[in-house]
């Protein structure tokens, strides 16, 4: 991680153990570190009670229900407006939360959660065990349509109440990644009341939770405003701080654009930002009045994924072809400004069981010529292009048409030109480009898919999480593979650390070879603050900004 200004931790925090970097006379390594969490940064001083923290954030996920949305805003949104079961200690373990405490049966498919007293949620409705059960059926039901955390919970199958702080929960079968997830912002935990009580719509429009902050104002792409949680007091222990936040809200504005993001938060209009533009990276790092960070992060790389159920990439020689003729490494280097890593496998280099003798393939144009004329695309249009039976090797690239479009689409189209395929970039509406994706509407897809889990793996690539009508599921290769979807089970459910090793490394070796798509570089997030905010924590599952004890100066 690349850090400015971090000294010393926030009161009880070192004592935990949590990590502090420092880094206070120089820019620091451009990569992101391994696994930062935990770290507090620019701690000191004493806290100031008051004062609103203006937050600026890159795309509106236009739905604040947690539970119904996959959007990386809920990253930090979720330690703003919720509370979990389980927060991560800083070596990815999980610890207590709202459970104090939980037991695992011998079979690893029941799992007894002891439960805090006294926490409330902002409409008054009370945390117990009835609150839990409501969640998961919420995180379940048809009707909330969650494209994210009911697939995580997918096994869960029954709870039994056996009294108001302690529930019981069955699971279909075992399924080890169970205690990660529930730290994740996306299961943050809902009021059961407003859950009860709200449409869907409504509950987007207005959720309920039991986070230091409550939601007072959210206008669809303009912004969402935060004001502090009066008597609240149950923060992860992990943390060493207690009470109410001492920031008396945050607000936060949507700015799409990449360089008026930068600006504003650099003349102070805004003191912090959730996504800092890579090429504006050297600069933040350089400004004393600035405080920045590079987090690498636990999930899949970005990546561009072909739809392995259409043509041409239906081939698999096309899609070798495809890769072969796409120079990641320039690629990376020109849109990364030394902030981003090359991707070297399916998930990121800090991931838990990642494979590091994986060999993805290189940049080859020969052998990419080569396995087109073997997969029957020959001939050549009067444009260059190749063509196969009369028609074109065309591949349609749907890309959301936001203020600020990568430049990764251009380079790698100008790339695959020179090996005769066309690809055409359509600027679509994001809204338009999520039912596509859902549709399977497309040969080429692009995005990152960050959770605190190497189940990410099954996220993205088992059978189950190709997308259907009944669950939005995460596939968006489509690959089907028997042989991949019986590892990635039982990886699912086992909790041998030597077992998952060599399944996960299996995992990884196999994607290598059908070739769903070709990741790119490692899925880091960089963000930066004023440095007159102090005491903000890396959170220990996304790598983003926790806010819950964070101080202004005056």
Not at 45 to 55: D, E, F, I, M, Y
Not at 222 to 233: L, S, V, W
């Amino acid at each position: 991680m690349s850090i400015r200004k971090s000294t010393s931790l926030l009161a009880g925090v070192a004592a935990l153990g949590l990590l502090a970097a420092c880094n206070s006379g120089g820019t620091g390594p451009a990569t992101a570190d391994a696994r930062p969490a935990g770290t507090a940064l620019n701690v000191g001083g004493k806290p100031v009670a008051g004062g609103t923290l203006n937050l600026s954030m890159s795309a509106d996920p236009l739905c604040l229900d947690p539970h119904a949305i996959s959007s990386d805003v809920e990253q930090i949104f979720g330690r703003i407006l919720t509370d979990n079961l389980v927060y991560l200690d800083k070596d990815g373990n999980p610890a207590p939360w709202l459970a104090e405490r939980w037991e695992v049966s011998a079979d690893q498919k029941t799992y007894t959660f002891h439960l805090r007293k006294g926490v409330t949620f902002s409409d008054g409705a009370v945390f117990d065990a009835q609150a839990v059960v409501t969640n998961f059926e919420h995180m379940l039901d048809p009707a909330t349509r969650s494209p994210l955390a009911g697939p995580y919970i997918a096994p869960y199958q029954d709870s039994r109440i056996l009294d108001p702080q302690t529930l019981e929960v069955h699971l279909k079968q075992p399924y080890t990644p169970f205690l990660d997830v529930l730290a994740q912002g996306w299961l943050g935990l809902l009021s059961p009341k407003a859950i009860k009580e709200s449409t869907p719509a409504q509950l987007c429009e207005k959720p309920v939770g039991s986070g230091p902050f409550v939601l007072t104002g959210y206008t669809k792409n303009q912004g969402a405003t935060f004001t502090k949680r009066k008597g609240y007091d149950w923060a992860p222990p992990l943390l060493g701080a207690t009470g109410e936040a001492h920031l008396d809200g945050i607000n936060v504005s949507w700015v799409g654009q990449d360089a008026v993001r930068f600006n504003s938060l650099a003349s102070g209009q805004y003191q912090a930002t959730g996504y800092v533009p890579a090429q504006n990276a050297a600069a933040v790092k350089t400004d004393p009045k600035l405080v920045y960070s590079n987090v690498n992060r636990i999930g899949l790389p970005y990546t561009i994924e072909f739809n392995t159920t259409r043509a041409p990439f239906d081939d698999l020689k096309v899609r070798q072809a495809f890769v072969a003729a796409v120079n990641r490494d320039a690629i990376v280097k020109t849109v990364g400004f030394g902030e981003r890593q090359l991707a070297t496998s399916f998930v990121d280099r800090v991931t838990k069981y990642y494979d590091p003798t994986v060999k993805l393939p290189g940049f080859d144009v020969q052998r990419a010529n080569d396995l087109l004329d073997q997969a029957g695309w020959t001939a050549r249009d009067a444009d260059g292009y190749r063509t196969k039976d009369g028609k074109p090797l065309l591949v349609q690239w749907p890309v959301g048409q936001t203020a600020t479009v990568s430049p990764i689409f251009d380079l790698i189209q100008a790339q695959v030109k020179a090996v005769g395929i066309k690809v055409n970039v359509e600027l679509i509406p994001p809204a338009q480009l999520t039912t596509r994706r859902y549709a399977g509407d497309y040969d080429l897809s692009a995005g990152v898919w960050h959770t605190n889990t190497p189940d990410v793996l099954y996220i993205k690539y088992a059978t189950f999480s190709i997308p259907r009508k009944e669950q939005l599921g995460q596939n968006t290769s489509h690959l089907s593979d028997p042989q991949l979807d019986a590892w990635l089970d039982q990886a699912r459910q086992t909790s041998d650390k030597k077992v998952l090793a060599d399944l996960y490394s299996k995992v990884q070796q196999r994607l290598a070879e059908l070739t769903p798509g070709f990741p790119v570089y490692d899925n880091s997030v960089l963000w930066a603050f004023s440095a007159k905010l102090h005491n903000v924590v890396v959170d220990t599952s996304h790598g983003t900004p926790y806010f819950g004890h964070a101080w202004l100066e005056k």
